[in-house]
Nanobody, 119 residues
């Protein structure tokens, strides 16, 4: 069994920073990709940032403000969020495409962490 556990959400004012962390644990053989999605009330879940084999991609509205990083040795992924805006308010979900010890590859999701940015 594989788990993703997120931490680091909270309430901040516009212009401030937050750092989200996500740790994968369990029966992991390899992690193919990791990333962060977010879902605001009444909106669809959207990709915020992803990282695969060192390559990163970002949703246009967060480019230059957010940075995704990964520690392969610790099976963790972080999202540094700077210059936060009220429109960044959402539940943020960690996701990872993981191959387990019996060779099954599946996309796993964390439980979500709330990020609220006040104006």
């Amino acid at each position: 069994q594989v788990q993703l556990v997120e931490s680091g959400g909270g309430l901040v004012q516009a212009g401030e920073s937050l750092r989200l962390s996500c740790a994968a644990s369990g029966s992991i053989f390899s992690i193919n990709s990791m990333g962060w999605y977010r879902q605001a009330p009444g909106k669809q879940r959207e990709l915020v940032a992803g990282i695969t084999s060192g390559r990163t991609n970002y949703e246009d509205s967060v480019k230059g403000r957010f940075t995704i990083s990964r520690d392969n040795a610790k099976n963790t992924v972080c999202l540094q969020m700077n210059s936060l805006k009220p429109e960044d308010t959402a539940v943020y979900y960690c996701t990872a495409r993981i191959t387990d010890l019996v060779g099954v590859t599946y996309r796993y999701w964390g439980q979500g962490t709330q990020v609220t940015v006040s104006s």
